[in-house]
């Protein structure tokens, strides 16, 4: 079973396996490692006499680089870890999730920062460097160093900050150990839910601090703690995924523990029974222990597994179609995710969850081309990159033109629910769409969008968008006419005191017998105002029709991801535009 049916080797021998033969490969007798591709993977061992079972992670860097670049989201802010080990966070920060020193609102990425003291007790704020993994929950965030020390910054309500204290704070300080005694050390990993902090320790256990109800501490109790907190029964682990209330944990044998929150059927148990132990997760036709698992993913209350054949299961919540069945019934057992087709996805690299949807990355083609990601589930804020705002019931295929390294989603979920999705391409681009009421666009406005700033509208979305809004042109006024410009030219206010004061002379002279003389002046004299008034109005529209015909109408607009310029006319809400110092265009 597990590793022994992929191995077969029932010898005292270790036999190695590379978890992402497209990352490194592994000689099987000897475990020497082949950087192929970028990426991280597993280098997993066994021995089939003993039955025991190691895995190591392996990152396989660009020189100069120290890590994977990765984006977390938070409740409604995003942390993203670029490969120099240099963290940048965006969006809502009114607890000082972001780490930047202050509780304001970033619309752009922020450098994080971390407290330090001297010797003399003096703290200071510096930039924080030199970080290997991050990790957020909805209102505090975490970050690993290089040297295993986790720090963390933002709301502290139960201690999940892991500093002995509940106060809450805006800069990263260092998580100390358990009891408070020193601080946590030799950690390999980290994942945050709601309101709890975990740490996975390079001897495979995990520790656990911040907030326990439903007993996701994995202690056999529902107590919260202030410091890190051993996990029982469990001491093999090489992944860790924290949704809401409960934690999915990757075993180096191939399978998946879970603790906490269960009301959904998240943790696979076949049942929505709450596991205050951790408990492992049973097979997609519940008999058994399910193995051959890569990688596990969780949202606020589905979770997904990639396996090691690149098939995805998930399980859980799918009120929102995130499970990816083409139905919206909760699934207490794993289950196939399927494509627009219908047919399994055979081909996925990596997963991740966020809130109620789910992102799937592909493998490159077998001519070598990209192909983008699969989105499913809740898209009422455009979050899944498809330029709409329906629901997704299956994988859908979207980005194609992409080798997506990088995915992560906001968790939003309140009474109104809005939620935010990152990419980040081949080439290091970062793209954004969805909810940008707090700035998690991170575009420098907050604006939400369903297009992707950086794609544009695709063909068949702009055709669409013109049958609905027509052409981006105002109807042309009727010209007038000569006689009506001469009329206008009367309700000037000077002119109308000019003919009050005609009038009241020639009353005046009529009645004295001086005659109307000086009326008859002042009359010519507003008659001969008006025809030069029509005269340099007739000529001032003939100038502006001339500067026009000379003028460009046209626009630079993002589709399809190209650049292209065109008649402004032919602009759709939701088109990019760009403008630029000196053009002239009439979007």
């Known amino acids: 079973r597990g590793l022994g049916d992929v191995y077969k080797r029932q010898d005292n021998t270790c036999v190695f396996k590379s978890a992402d033969e497209n990352v490194a490969t592994v000689?099987?007798?000897?475990?020497?490692?082949?950087?192929?591709?970028?990426?991280?993977?597993?280098?997993?061992?066994?021995?089939?006499?003993?039955?025991?079972?190691?895995?190591?992670?392996?990152?396989?860097?660009?020189?100069?680089?120290?890590?994977?670049?990765?984006?977390?989201?938070?409740?409604?802010?995003?942390?993203?870890?670029?490969?120099n080990g240099e963290v940048y966070s965006w969006g809502a920060n009114g607890n000082g999730q972001l780490g930047t020193n202050d509780t304001v609102y970033k619309n752009k990425p922020t450098k994080m920062l971390q407290t330090v003291q001297n010797i003399d007790g003096e703290k200071t704020q510096e930039e924080v460097e030199n970080i290997i993994d991050i990790a957020?929950?909805?209102?505090?965030?975490?970050?690993?160093?290089?040297?295993?020390?986790?720090?963390?910054?933002?709301?502290?309500?139960?201690?999940?900050?892991?500093?002995?204290?509940?106060?809450?704070?805006?800069?990263?300080?260092k998580v100390k150990g358990p009891n408070g005694v020193g601080y946590l050390q030799n950690v390999v990993a980290i994942a945050a839910g709601e309101l709890t902090s975990y740490a996975l320790m390079e001897n495979g256990e995990v520790y656990s601090w911040g907030y326990n109800s439903y007993g996701q501490f994995g202690v056999n109790n529902t107590s919260a703690s202030n410091y890190?907190?051993?996990?029982?029964?469990?001491?093999?682990?090489?992944?860790?995924?924290?949704?809401?209330?409960f934690l999915l944990m990757l075993d180096a044998d191939g399978s998946v523990w879970g603790v906490g929150a269960n009301g959904d059927g998240q943790l696979g148990l076949n049942s929505t029974n709450e596991a205050h132990l951790p408990q492992q997760m049973l097979k997609e036709n519940g008999s058994g222990i399910l193995y051959g698992v890569k990688e596990i993913a969780t949202g606020r209350s589905h979770s997904v597994i990639l396996k090691e054949n690149?098939?995805?299961?998930?399980?859980?919540?799918?009120?929102y179609y995130q499970l990816g069945n083409g139905t919206n019934?909760?699934?207490?057992?794993?289950?196939?995710?399927?494509?627009?087709?219908?047919?399994?996805?055979?081909?996925a690299k990596h997963i991740t969850a966020g809130g109620h949807s789910t992102y799937i990355s592909r493998q490159k083609n077998t001519e070598g081309e990209n192909q983008g990601l699969y989105v499913i589930g809740r898209n009422s804020n455009g979050n899944l990159f498809t330029q709409d705002t329906g629901n997704k019931k299956r994988a859908t295929k979207v980005q194609s033109d992409k080798d997506i390294i990088a995915m992560a989603l906001t968790f939003n979920h309140?009474?109104?629910?809005?939620?935010?999705?990152?990419?980040?391409?081949?080439d290091g681009k970062v793209y954004t769409v969805g909810y940008n009421g707090n700035g998690e666009m991170g575009n420098e406005t907050l604006e939400s969008l369903t297009t992707n700033a950086n794609e544009g509208l695709k063909s068949e979305e702009i055709e669409e968008r013109r049958k609905k809004y027509g052409f981006n042109e105002l109807?042309?006024?009727?010209?007038?006419?000569?006689?009506?410009?001469?009329?206008?030219?009367?309700?000037?206010?000077?002119?109308?005191?000019?003919?009050?004061?005609?009038?009241?002379?020639?009353?005046?002279?009529?009645?004295q017998n001086e005659g109307i003389t000086d009326s008859i002046i002042i009359l010519i004299v507003v008659i001969i105002n008006a025809i030069i008034g029509v005269a340099q109005e007739s000529k001032a529209e003939k100038s502006l029709e001339a500067l026009q015909k000379l003028s460009s109408h046209v626009a630079k607009v993002i589709r399809d991801g190209k650049l292209v310029v065109m008649p402004s006319k032919e602009l759709v809400p939701g088109d990019i535009v760009i403008i630029e110092t000196g053009a002239v265009s009439y979007t």
Do not use: C
């Not at 019934?329 to 081909?347: F, H, L, M, W």
């Not at 309140?414 to 081949?426: A, F, K, N």
């Open 136 to 173: 957020a929950g909805y209102y505090h965030t975490l970050v690993l160093k290089e040297d295993g020390t986790v720090w963390a910054t933002g709301l502290n309500s139960y201690g999940q900050l892991g500093n002995g204290n509940k106060t809450s704070q805006a800069t990263l300080t």
């Open 329 to 347: 019934s909760p699934k207490y057992i794993p289950t196939q995710v399927i494509n627009e087709s219908g047919e399994a996805v055979t081909d």
């Open 310 to 319: 690149g098939t995805v299961l998930s399980l859980g919540y799918n009120g």
């Open 475 to 511: 109807k042309a006024k009727k010209k007038k006419t000569i006689l009506v410009k001469f009329l206008e030219q009367f309700k000037d206010f000077m002119i109308i005191i000019l003919i009050i004061a005609a009038i009241v002379s020639g009353v005046i002279g009529y009645l």
């Open 414 to 426: 309140d009474s109104t629910i809005r939620q935010t999705g990152v990419i980040v391409d081949q």
């Open 27 to 83: 000689d099987e007798n000897t475990g020497v490692v082949t950087a192929v591709g970028t990426g991280t993977t597993f280098v997993k061992l066994y021995n089939g006499k003993n039955e025991l079972y190691a895995a190591v992670k392996v990152n396989v860097n660009e020189q100069g680089n120290k890590t994977q670049p990765k984006v977390v989201g938070g409740y409604n802010h995003f942390v993203a870890l670029k490969a």
């Open 228 to 245: 890190p907190v051993k996990m029982k029964k469990v001491s093999n682990i090489i992944q860790i995924s924290a949704g809401e209330d």
